[in-house]
């Protein structure tokens, strides 16, 4: 009788191990679509902000109204939201 309840919950167990496993591989592949969406959307608004970084650059000029180069300047932002033109080193 022992051996036979030893039995049935090692049976038990493996159940719970399979449907603990099929559980974390559904997880697994939701996580997996998700990263895939914000890695899309990340790229996206990279480009964004390449779109209009050179946007920006393509407004501004030197006291001789000629335009500032994005390879030798870049832009900087201060915490309080001022943006800054500075020479590249």
Do not use: W
């Not at 650059?57 to 006291?63: I, W």
């Amino acid at each position: 009788v022992a051996a036979q309840n030893c039995r049935k919950r090692k049976l038990e167990n493996i159940v719970e191990l399979e449907h603990d496993l099929s559980n974390l591989k559904d997880e697994k592949e939701k996580l997996l679509k998700e990263k895939g969406e914000h890695d899309r959307s990340l790229h996206k608004m990279k480009k964004q902000l390449t779109t209009l970084y050179l946007e920006v650059f393509s407004m501004l000029r030197d006291e001789d109204v000629k335009p500032y180069s994005p390879t030798e300047y870049s832009l900087q932002q201060t915490r309080d939201g001022n943006v800054f033109l500075v020479p590249k080193s």
